[in-house]
């Protein structure tokens, strides 16, 4: 199985901050990479697929970058709705493995 | 506009098998490059892939959970199911299916349903 490594597991942010999450694979997995959102008691949210592609509706703040086995995901000014649980996966190889999330918070 | 829900018990008793049901619409498992997957998430812990079908009853499954897991689809009821074998307590999560087409992100997914195992 590749596996997906999110760094940092935990974040505290201001309102109005750039906020930066990495997701490293143990494998070169090209651009097959998504990032979701999960609120608590939801179903997480597709945001960006293909490593840097918005998925549609999404506002803009919300990018993504990388490729091979090292993915950022960028929020460029923090809204206090952006307070969730973000999840990388890879869906380059079976098991589509997911990264372990990294919760945001308000600080 | 695509949507789906997963239905099935909320308690099971260990050793029991489950059986998960993913309703949907908006698209058609008879078409190609359509599939459903489900994925399970313990509480407060990560997302876990556990298996996929697609409109060619192609089907994936965990390598860790490969010999406890079937997926089927009835293409006429617009559902896939699940059935989980030898239920055990750490098999307790919320269970999501979602709309996963051929070589795409999973674009859409049910609410979840949570299913507890105890005695």
């Known amino acids: 199985d590749i596996q997906m490594t999110q760094s940092p597991s935990s974040l505290s942010a201001s309102v109005g901050d750039r906020v930066t999450i990495t997701c490293q694979a143990s494998q070169d997995i090209s651009s097959y990479l998504n990032w979701y959102q999960q609120k608590p008691g939801k179903a997480p949210k597709l945001l960006i697929y293909d490593a840097s592609n918005l998925e549609t509706g999404v506002p803009s703040r919300f990018s993504g970058s990388g490729s091979g086995t090292d993915f950022t995901f960028t929020i460029s000014s923090l809204q206090p709705e952006d307070i969730a649980t973000y999840y990388c996966?890879?869906?380059?190889?079976?098991?589509?493995?997911f990264g372990q999330g990294t919760k945001l918070e308000i600080k | 506009q695509i949507s789906l829900k997963e239905s099935g018990p909320t308690l099971v008793k260990p050793t029991q098998t489950l059986t998960l049901t993913c309703t949907f619409s908006g698209f058609s498992l008879s078409t190609s490059g359509e599939g459903v997957g489900w994925i399970r998430q313990p509480p407060g812990k990560a997302l876990e892939w556990l298996a996929l079908i697609y409109w060619d009853d192609d089907k994936r499954y965990s390598p860790s959970l490969k010999s406890r897991l079937t997926i089927t689809k009835d293409t006429s009821k617009n559902q896939v199911v699940l059935t989980m074998t030898n239920m055990d307590p750490v098999d307790t999560a919320t269970y999501y299916c979602?709309?996963?087409?051929?070589?795409?992100?999973?674009?859409?997914w049910g609410q979840g349903t949570t299913v507890t195992v105890s005695s």
């Open positions: 979602a709309h996963s087409p051929y070589s795409n992100a999973m674009d859409v």
């Open positions: 996966q890879q869906y380059d190889n079976l098991p589509y493995t």
